[in-house]
């Protein structure tokens, strides 16, 4: 093992020391050989009263186990008194830890300038004057070591925080210039972003989580910062519970929007909108110099354009001549990433008019349901990168104005039930491309993978109007095609309405064609406001389905494919028919109000309901699947109870689910005697009490599902002393004998 790191000889100045993080790093910098300046004012939570009791209990902690440290009570805006505190007791000045901080909490309407100012005055103006002051002292030695804290509300922001958002991220902004300028000096100024139980954070957390993020857990990633073997400079690092994250900005490739000796214009910016966007082959830059060497390199191809004449667009304007049939097929676009959270799960659910007012569709909006699910048509959202951003204008061979792009027809096919968070990769490639005369219609396929796996298949038929005429081909065996429904009234009818919103929510979900937002933008289309989304009807038509025919089971849907007949404006109901032939089952959408058919052609195929045989499994034979790993706890604890007790020494209770209703209690008591195994709740209070579903009780014994991950996605609920947890690894391991 490598030796300790030490911080003999070096003097360390922390603010806001008093308690929470400062004290755990004035506490941990002090056993490495530190001496240590504790600063804190004593003041409360919003910047009022003041007190030296904090300073000098750290103090004397840090005397207590042989420490060298001295209390300092003043306002880090005077910071000068905070680094001559360091100069009259020790000589120096070797690390300043930025760790002071207040909260005044008011949405940005209520926030009044003393709320403004004053935070500013701690975290920001007050960060830099102590810097200021120390930095010569550090310049003339040739060593330095900075901490800047800043918050996860500086970097994302968060609401009702505009004051603390706004200083905190102006700490990044300065640290990155004083690592710039410190560099030759040997100053090092690094960003962290702590997420600890704290004063501040117990206004914003549960009290459970505050205690279980505990300060020391932020503690060595700050000693290994500001140790002289750490070349570390100019990072933002995120931090909490164990777990540590740096940061860095990231750059589209963008878009070259001028051209020579032209003027730029609004609409030409429209245009390229998503390529503007489109984070795909991302760069990283770090440095300033960077940015510019950038825009000197636009500067010259804008300046080296050649051959355009008068008239740069021409090429792409005469659709009629601009497809290539020979060219463009088989053709094959950029792979495409895209990664998800659960939160764009529930945003595409909620975008496809689905609700809390109906209890069977919480599944679908509630990350902690325990059967959270993602709406199988959220399978579009990945691949449609490939048509939206870019993609098919940039093939060669396939010239045509982007705004003359009609969605004509939709296929897609899961191969199993799509999940609810993770990174996809999409590939697209040009099946076909046929000449109906008026228009093209290209169909791209586009595979999605869950690294090799494959999840899903898009086909998208697109109709580029005025297109045709190419001398092409009419029709393709490459189509997935649409089926007309069976002659007879519909088995099932469902009438949803949209609400006046529901294209501005949709679109949230990728799709930013100004159409469905922007009424002078869809006048120009010819419609009298935006339109919905035809893939939002998609959603709507497609969760009708579900709910009718699978009871909301995504593992019972296999693919749908539909064509886009008409438009539908926010606000309109949409009335979905429905026919079922065995596994197949027919729709089709209108408008109740006008009576337009929207969606034709259309079909879900389901997967069948496996047989009463077959789906009869170990758990449904013998009782539930977690029966038979608490029968083998109890033989470990019948046979090593002395020694489980003695390591563990805690009670756990366990709440086993089933169908969302408790269907069994278990205790885990390895705190008394020979410790012992009950079926039912404890009789006193549990260290710590487990819920959890059957089935992932079984996927995180089993190593399937991550304790954490179950945890944070509220598949593990957890009452009590939640650290406790960790034990159970005593318990569990050797899974494969359970």
């Not at 008093?18 to 004012?41: H, I, P």
């Not at 990072?235 to 963008?254: C, D, H, N, Q, S």
């Not at 939206?388 to 009609?406: H, K, Y």
């Not at 005369?437 to 899903?456: F, M, P, W």
Request: glycine content about 10%; hydrophobic content about 40%.
């Amino acid at each position: 093992m490598s030796a300790p790191l030490s911080f003999a000889g070096k003097v360390i100045l922390v603010t806001g020391a008093g308690g929470g993080l400062g004290r755990e790093y004035a506490l941990a910098f002090g056993e490495r050989g530190a001496s240590v300046v504790v600063n804190d004012l004593g003041g409360d939570i919003k910047g009022g009263g003041k007190s030296s009791a904090a300073a000098d209990r750290v103090v004397e902690e840090i005397k207590a186990k042989g420490g060298r440290a001295v209390a300092n009570y003043d306002s880090v805006e005077d910071g000068e008194k905070l680094i001559q505190t360091a100069l009259d007791a020790f000589g120096r000045i070797d690390i300043v830890i930025n760790n002071a901080g207040i909260l005044r909490d008011r949405t940005f309407a209520r926030t009044s300038d003393l709320d403004w100012d004053l935070i500013h005055r701690v975290h920001l103006r007050g960060s830099f004057l102590v810097t200021r002051a120390a930095w010569n002292h550090m310049k003339n030695q040739k060593f330095g070591r900075i901490i800047m804290t800043s918050s996860a509300s500086g970097i994302y922001g968060n609401f009702g925080q505009a004051n603390y958002s706004a200083a905190k991220l102006g700490l990044l902004g300065l640290a990155n210039t004083l690592a710039i300028e410190g560099q030759k000096y040997n100053i090092h100024c690094n960003t962290i972003a702590p997420t600890a139980g704290s004063r501040l954070t117990q206004t914003v957390m549960p009290p459970d989580l505050v205690e279980s993020l505990k300060a020391e857990y932020v503690a060595p990633l700050v000693l290994w910062l500001c140790h002289e073997q750490c070349r570390e400079n100019g990072g933002l690092f995120e931090v909490g519970a164990g777990w540590i994250g740096k940061l860095r900005w990231e750059r589209t490739m963008g878009s070259i929007v001028r051209r020579k000796n032209q003027r730029m214009s609004p609409e030409e910016v429209r245009d390229k909108w998503d390529q503007i966007c489109d984070f795909t082959n991302a760069t990283k830059p770090a440095t300033m110099q960077e940015s510019i060497h950038l825009l000197v390199d636009v500067l010259s191809k804008v300046e080296a354009e050649d051959g355009l004449g008068a008239n740069p667009t021409a090429a792409v304007t005469s659709a009629s001549s601009g497809i290539n049939p020979i060219e463009v097929i088989g053709k094959v676009l950029p792979e495409m990433t895209f990664s998800y959270t659960s939160m764009h799960c529930i945003l595409y659910a909620l975008g496809v008019g689905m609700s809390t007012r109906e209890p069977s569709q919480l599944k679908f909006l509630y990350e902690g349901h325990e059967e959270f699910s993602c709406l199988p048509t959220f399978g579009v959202i990945p691949a449609q990168a490939s048509m939206v951003d870019g993609g098919l204008s940039s093939v060669p061979g396939l010239n045509f104005d982007p705004t003359r792009l009609l969605h004509g027809e939709q296929y897609l096919e899961l191969y199993k039930p799509f999940p609810t968070s993770g990174t996809l990769t999409s590939k697209a490639s040009i099946a076909d491309i046929l000449d109906k005369g008026s228009g093209a219609v290209i169909l791209l396929d586009v595979h999605t993978y869950s690294k090799q796996e494959l999840v899903c298949y898009n086909q998208f038929s697109v109709f580029i109007v005025g297109a045709g005429g190419f001398g092409g081909k009419r029709t393709s065996d490459k189509a997935v095609a649409t089926v007309a429904p069976p002659n007879r009234s519909p088995d099932a009818v469902v009438v949803d309405e949209t609400s006046r919103d529901q294209a501005a929510l949709y679109r949230l979900s990728g799709d930013w064609n100004p159409l469905h937002i922007d009424p002078s933008f869809a006048a120009m289309g010819g419609f009298k406001s935006p339109i919905l989304h035809g893939l939002c009807s998609f959603g709507f038509a497609a969760r009708h389905v579900l709910r009718q025919y699978a009871g909301n089971d995504v593992s019972r849907f296999k693919s749908i494919k539909v064509r886009f007949l008409k438009p539908v404006f926010p606000g309109q109901s949409l009335q979905t028919e429905m026919w079922k032939e065995g596994t197949r089952v027919h729709f089709q959408c209108k408008v109740k109000e006008t009576g337009a058919v929207v969606l034709s052609g259309a079909y879900i195929d389901l997967h069948a309901v496996p047989s009463a045989v077959a789906s009869t499994s170990l758990a449904e034979a013998s009782g539930l699947q977690s029966d038979l790993v608490f029968a083998e706890i109890g033989r470990r604890i019948k046979d090593l109870g002395a020694e489980l007790v003695k390591k563990v020494n805690a009670t756990f209770g366990w709440e086993i689910t089933k169908g969302g209703k408790t269907a069994a209690q278990w205790t885990i008591d390895l705190k008394t005697a020979q410790g012992a195994l009950h079926k039912g709740p404890y009789s006193g209070k549990a260290d710590v009490t487990f819920t959890v579903a059957d089935e992932d009780f079984m996927d995180v014994v089993l190593g399937k599902l991550n304790p954490q991950k179950a945890f944070f996605a509220g598949k593990l609920k957890v009452r009590g002393n939640i650290m406790l947890s960790q034990k159970l690894e005593t318990i569990l391991k050797d899974y494969a004998k359970l």
